[in-house]
């Protein structure tokens, strides 16, 4: 059974950070696109960031510009697939609910919902002004 779980969310104040964790188990995730999106009361769910699968060791990561040098996400491929999402600089409206989601192979689109075959249940982020 593949299961997606993120922990890590909490309150924060703006300005500060922190990192979220998406545990993937149920099978061997490594050359599994790995993304993280994000939902805020009454609007659309997101694509926040994400990392693919270059081959061997080597992942790809990608970001919305909207957290562009202020997220890094990345991944341990040990017995169970880890993903991180480090969130600095945080800012009222990074204020959400985040998901992790995975998909086998590079992600066709990122960004779209429909790309990705397994999601988490979400952590809450709220960042204070």
């Known amino acids: 059974q593949v299961q997606l779980v993120e922990s890590g969310g909490g309150l924060v104040q703006a300005g500060g950070s922190l990192t979220l964790s998406c545990v993937a188990s149920?099978?061997?995730?490594?050359?599994?696109?790995m993304g993280w999106f994000r939902q805020a009361p009454g609007k659309e769910r997101e694509f926040v960031a994400g990392?693919?699968?270059?081959?061997?060791?080597?992942?790809?990561?990608?970001y919305a510009d909207s957290v562009k040098g202020r997220f890094t996400t990345s991944r341990d491929n040990a017995k169970n697939t880890t993903v991180y999402l480090r969130m600095n600089s945080l800012k009222p409206e990074d204020t959400a609910v985040y998901y992790c989601?995975?998909?086998?192979?590079?992600?066709?689109?990122?960004?779209?919902?429909?790309?990705?075959?397994?999601w988490g249940q979400g952590t809450q982020v709220t960042v204070s002004s």
């Open positions: 989601a995975a998909v086998l192979g590079p992600p066709t689109a990122w960004g779209r919902l429909e790309t990705y075959d397994y």
């Open positions: 990392t693919s699968w270059g081959g061997g060791s080597t992942y790809y990561a990608n």
């Open positions: 149920g099978r061997t995730f490594t050359s599994y696109a």
